[in-house]
């Protein structure tokens, strides 16, 4: 029901910025789902990068990205954005969007759990 396409990724040097664009392929509107923005490297869990509430009530920033990323919605463009600012190596990973598993999340949900769907990610990649 809900397709989304993520893009924006790269090979960046630290200390430059991206942004990343979460994309609602199949016509859904993304204003009415709780979107989250995750990342996940070889090894280790998907996790939580930023998240946002539907009608954007409520965001979340993980601690190791607070200060330097950035999730903003764009209603015309029906898109859910990240600005990653100052990038460091420890931010390469490949970046997901989620979408709640249905409309009217109005809480910030910050578990992969909580996320039906997903794109195929894009991946950030920051060395030097």
């Known amino acids: 029901q809900v397709q989304l396409v993520e893009s924006g990724g790269g090979l960046v040097k630290p200390g430059e910025s991206l942004r990343l664009s979460c994309a609602a392929s199949?016509?859904?509107?993304?204003?009415?789902?709780?979107i989250g923005w995750f990342r996940q490297v070889p090894g280790k869990e998907r996790e939580a990068v930023s998240c946002?509430?539907?009608?954007?009530?409520?965001?979340y920033y993980a601690d190791s990205v607070k200060g330097r990323f950035t999730i903003f919605r764009d209603s015309v463009e029906n898109t859910v954005s990240l600005q990653l600012r100052n990038l460091k190596p420890e931010d390469t990973a490949l970046y997901y969007c989620?979408?709640?598993?249905?409309?009217?999340?109005?809480?910030?949900?910050?578990?992969?759990?909580?996320?039906?769907?997903w794109g195929q990610g894009t991946q950030v990649a920051v060395s030097s």
């Open positions: 199949s016509g859904a509107a993304l204003d009415y789902y709780a």
């Open positions: 946002i509430s539907s009608n954007n009530g409520h965001t």
């Open positions: 989620g979408a709640s598993k249905r409309p009217g999340s109005t809480q910030v949900l910050t578990m992969a759990r909580d996320y039906t769907y």
